[in-house]
C-alpha cells in the first residue's frame, strides 16, 4: 500500500473517529439507540458547503454546522421520548427528512468546491483535537455531573428515583453527540473539497463497525479504554478499507465489506464475552 493511500486512510479515519466517538456516547454511555448521524453527518456538510458559499467565515460556517448537527439528533431523541417512537425509528425519520433540507440548502445533489482553504498539517490537527477531546470528556465524566450522566446508562430507573433528569441528560448526549457528526461532516467536505447529499448514506454503520472493533481490540473495561476504542477501531477499519481498495476491489464492493467486517467482529466480540 502507498503512502498517499495509507495518509488518506489515516485522515479518513480521525474523521470518522469523530462520528464513532460521537456514536459511543449514547450507545455506551446512555444505552440508547440513536441512528442520527445519518442525517446530521450530511447536514454539517450541507450547511458548511452553504454558508462559505455566501460568503461567511469558515470558523462561523464550522460552528453552525455544528449546532445543527446538534439540534438534529436533539430533535431525533424529542420524537423518541415525547411521542413514545422507538429511538432507532426516530433517527431514521430525521435522517430521511433532512435529506430535502440538505437539497435546499444546496439547490442541487451535489457542489465541487475549489475555492476552500486547505487544512495545514490535517493529520497533526485532527489527532491532537481528538486528544483534547478525549481528555476533556474523561474529565467531565468523573465530576459529580458526570457520574449522573453515567448513571441514566447504567440504570434510568434508579437514576430517577435518586432526582436525576434522565430526559435532561439524554438531550444532553444526543446533542453532543449530534455536534460531533455535524463536524465530521464538514471536515469532510474541506478534506475532500466535494459535498454530496447522499455522503452520510451508511456512516452510521460506519461508526458503529469503527467503534466495536475498538473495543474488540482494547476492550472497554475501563473508561479511558472506552474513550479510546472508537478513535483506534476508526483507524483500522479506514486502513482495513484502504487495504481492500488496494486489493483491486471496487468502491461498489465496500458496503458487502463493511458488513462482513461487522459480522466478524460481532462473532469475535461475542466469544470474548462482550455485548454488542
Same mark, same amino acid.
Given at each position: ?7 488518506? =486512510? ?21 444505552? &440508547? ?82 475555492? *476552500? ?16 477531546? +478525549?481528555?476533556? +470528556? ?6 459529580? &455531573? =458526570? ?10 430507573? *434508579? ?38 447529499? =447522499?455522503?452520510?448514506?451508511? +456512516? ?26 472508537? +478513535? ?14 488496494? =486489493? ?29
Amino acid at each position: 500500500m502507498s503512502y498517499e493511500l495509507i495518509y488518506y =486512510g489515516l485522515l479518513q479515519g480521525m474523521i470518522l473517529g469523530f462520528v464513532a466517538f460521537g456514536m459511543m456516547v449514547p450507545f455506551r454511555l446512555l444505552a &440508547y439507540s440513536d441512528l442520527s448521524a445519518e442525517g446530521a453527518y450530511p447536514l454539517g456538510g450541507a450547511v458548511y458547503t452553504t454558508m462559505v458559499l455566501h460568503g461567511h467565515s469558515a470558523d462561523m460556517a464550522l460552528v453552525l454546522s455544528m449546532v445543527c448537527g446538534a439540534c438534529l439528533s436533539m430533535c431525533s431523541g424529542c420524537i423518541a421520548m415525547r411521542l413514545n417512537v422507538h429511538s432507532l425509528l426516530a433517527g431514521i425519520l430525521v435522517s430521511t427528512m433532512v435529506y430535502s433540507l440538505d437539497l435546499r440548502l444546496l439547490g442541487k445533489p451535489n457542489v465541487a468546491l475549489f475555492t *476552500f482553504t486547505v487544512l495545514e498539517n490535517p493529520l497533526l490537527k485532527l489527532f491532537g483535537g481528538m486528544i483534547g477531546l +478525549i481528555m476533556i +470528556i474523561r474529565y467531565f465524566l468523573l465530576t459529580d &455531573y =458526570g457520574l449522573r450522566f453515567r448513571a441514566v446508562g447504567l440504570h434510568p430507573r *434508579f437514576s430517577q428515583a435518586h432526582g436525576i433528569k434522565v430526559s435532561q441528560q439524554t438531550y444532553l448526549g444526543l446533542g453532543f453527540a449530534g455536534m460531533l457528526y455535524g463536524f465530521a461532516g464538514s471536515l469532510m467536505v474541506i478534506m475532500q473539497q466535494y459535498m454530496d447529499v =447522499g455522503m452520510g448514506m451508511g +456512516i452510521a454503520i460506519h461508526g458503529l463497525a469503527a467503534m466495536m472493533i475498538g473495543e474488540a481490540m482494547i476492550g472497554r473495561e475501563t473508561l479511558t479504554k472506552q474513550l479510546m476504542s472508537p +478513535i483506534i477501531g476508526a483507524v483500522i477499519y479506514q486502513q482495513v478499507i484502504g487495504l481492500v481498495m488496494a =486489493g483491486g476491489f471496487e468502491p461498489s464492493d465496500l458496503k458487502l465489506v463493511t458488513g462482513c467486517v461487522v459480522l466478524v467482529v460481532l462473532f469475535c466480540s461475542n466469544k470474548r464475552g462482550l455485548s454488542c
